[in-house]
């Protein structure tokens, strides 16, 4: 059962509904004990750093949500990637979940628009098993205006716009986060969450 965090912001509904076509049981909550009995969790999210935070908070799931990235596979969606991070510059200085050392910052896009939305192509870093499978063009889709700053060693894949922009990172045990959309994302998208739910 992969339970999907649902705390009031984003993407919740067209995550599960790729879960759903996929045949992977799933459940959305707002409830850290069934969190904890999930086989994995998924962390979506739409919109600004700190009101995300302030709602998990709220809602008690930041500490199920740190226990569930040291022992079952965890994968942030967009914001909820961000989220996995120690800080964010967005609108305030606002700490994160600190699963992934580095911070969240603007976009630097010299010249080019942001938000960043649209179909880039992966560019592969360290192994990562989300990332198996994906053919010869595996492009994905974003709606992002802040990007994260991380280590090469936890840099899974990455894209261009205007910078070497992170797309997904991996701390090499649990922990996964994906900058793009993989429930927007065709094909490739799918085989992404076929491959999460095959770490359960």
Known sequence: MIGIVDYGAGNIFSVKHALDYLG?????????????????????????????MRMLTQKGLVSAVQEAAKQKPLLGICLGMQMLLEKSYEFEECAGLGLIPGTVEPLDAPGLIIPHMGWNKLEMGVDCPLLHGLGERPYVYFVHSFAAKCAEKDLAAWVTYGSKVPAMVYNGSYVFGAQFHPEKSGEVGLQILRNFGGLV
């Not at 909550?29 to 600004?48: E, Q, S």
């Open 24 to 52: 992977m049981e799933n459940m959305l909550t707002d409830d850290p004990a069934m969190l904890r009995k999930a086989d994995a969790v998924i962390l979506p999210g739409v919109g600004a750093f700190p009101a995300a």
